[in-house]
DNA sequence: CGAAAGACCTGAGTGC
DNA sequence: TGCACTCAGGTCTTTC
């Protein structure tokens, strides 16, 4: 599932591919990936046919392209998303829902000049859509651009407004998570998972980080404290980075780079998908339990609340598969 | 108002 | 072989 590090491979991959170009041409093969579309200012083929792009910033788990225009292009990968570039006339991906032709024409442009980035969405959770820009509010840059410059480093998309910045982004202020920590009245996990509060997280790096952190996720974020609060954010931030590194998590197809590789960081889970199998740290067997609808991984024996082991009742638990 | 639950999706896997 | 059912989870919407 595309999280921070997926999102930031393709981010990576789709920059230098398309900084630079212009939108030729679009082809819409399912308006369901268009749901995040606000028509109001006009369609998306009017609002990106024509404009060039500008770059490719990400925030948390959304990418985005600014555009001439002074709108960008909103992408987010949902649960099964991808961006693949194709050449022209190449055979369609399967579950391709978008396709944009993109067109070089600068004359020093080192990569093909013309190239298709299509749009697979095999689930239909993401989306694309042509939004409008407003400074952030804190005046720092709004997302991570690669090396890009301009006024629009400093615009965020209207629809990403209220998205929490990420422990990798260098704005990203500890202080204000803490707080928002303290102020909630919900797990941990839970805390991680929102997007308002921390963003790039899912299900798979909250469970890497709390096993590395040693806390439950159903540990109240209000009883943290702040070495606790500190390990967590080291967590994050070096899961975050070692993923990143090795290309990101791929289970599947589902998770691929802009070339249709897929990363390495599987081989380097501790926790998540490993119940029943052995703790690396001290051996007692991994956990899945059902939490917020989806699987959460733990070790019993060494993530614990307040130093007491949260497994009160052994038939909480799945048997081992 | 914040927290939690439900809706949205498709393909792989399972049981009969 | 085939059919019904379950599971995977990010984000937006609805409910409490």
Redesign the pocket.
């Known amino acids: 599932?595309p999280?921070l590090p997926e999102v930031e491979v393709v981010r990576a991959g789709v920059e230098p591919a398309v900084t630079g170009a212009v939108v030729a041409g679009i082809e819409i093969f399912d308006e369901?990936s268009l749901r995040?579309h606000d028509a109001t200012a006009g369609s998306f083929g009017d609002l990106l046919v024509g404009r060039r792009i500008l770059g490719a910033v990400r925030r948390?788990?959304?990418l985005w392209l600014p555009l001439d225009s002074g709108r960008a292009l909103v992408i987010?990968l949902?649960?099964s998303g991808q961006v693949l570039l194709r050449s022209p006339g190449q055979t369609d991906d399967r579950?391709l829902r978008i396709r944009l032709a993109v067109e070089h024409t600068e004359s020093d442009s080192p990569g093909p000049r013309e190239l298709w980035l299509n749009f697979v969405d095999?689930?239909?959770?993401g989306s694309m859509s042509v939004d409008s820009m407003h400074p952030t509010s804190d005046g720092f840059a709004a997302g991570y651009s690669g090396r890009g410059e301009g006024e629009w480093t400093g615009l965020l998309p209207s629809?990403v407004s209220?998205i929490a910045r990420d422990p990798l982004d260098p704005a990203f202020s500890d202080d204000l998570f803490r707080a928002g920590l303290r102020?909630?009245?919900?797990?941990i996990k839970?805390a991680l998972?929102d997007?308002t509060l921390i963003s790039g997280i899912?299900?798979?790096y909250a469970d890497e980080a709390l096993f590395a952190a040693r806390l439950h996720y159903e540990q109240p974020t209000a009883s943290l404290d702040g070495a606790q609060g500190d390990a967590l954010l080291l967590a994050l931030r070096s899961i975050l980075h070692r993923a990143l590194v090795e290309g990101g998590t791929s289970f599947d197809a589902q998770y691929v780079n802009v070339n249709g590789q897929s990363g390495y960081f599987a081989h380097s889970l501790e926790v998540y998908g490993r119940q029943g199998k052995p703790c690396s740290r001290c051996g007692a067997i991994l956990v899945r339990q059902?939490f917020?609808?989806?699987?959460s991984h733990f070790c019993p024996a060494c993530q614990v609340v307040d130093g007491a082991p949260v497994c009160d009742s052994a038939t909480r638990f799945q048997a081992p598969s």
């Open positions: 599932m999280e369901r995040r948390g788990k959304f987010h949902g649960m579950h095999q689930r239909v959770f629809q209220h102020r909630k009245k919900t797990g839970r998972l997007q899912g299900n798979i059902t917020m609808n989806r699987g």
